[in-house]
Nanobody
């Protein structure tokens, strides 16, 4: 089993920055890819950024050049650095880790970008 805990969300003005953290515990050796997803009342949960066990990354087009995903394996933590935030970045952000057997989700952290 893997447990994921997100943190770092909050209220920020347009153009501001936030850094989200996703800390994993439990059977962390089984984790392959880790992704950050965003959900709003208007849209289903969608992939924002993902990082593989080898460090390869991919991003949604809407966040390319503004968001950076990274991982610190020694701390079992994946980060999402969000810069130049826009109102459309508002939502609940969830961390997902996948292993060979199943996916694990965190409880989410809320991000609100105000204009």
């Amino acid at each position: 089993q893997v447990q994921l805990v997100e943190s770092g969300g909050g209220l920020v003005q347009v153009g501001g920055s936030l850094r989200l953290s996703c800390v994993a515990s439990g059977s962390t050796f089984s984790i392959n890819n880790v992704g950050w997803y965003r959900q709003t009342p208007e849209k289903p949960r969608e992939l924002v950024a993902r990082i593989s066990s080898g460090g390869s990354t991919n991003y949604a087009d809407s966040v390319k050049g503004r968001f950076t995903i990274s991982r610190d394996n020694a701390k079992n933590t994946v980060y999402l650095q969000m810069n130049s935030l826009k109102p459309e970045d508002t939502g609940d952000y969830y961390c997902k880790a996948n292993s060979a057997y199943r996916d694990y989700w965190g409880q989410g952290t809320q991000v609100t970008v105000s204009s």
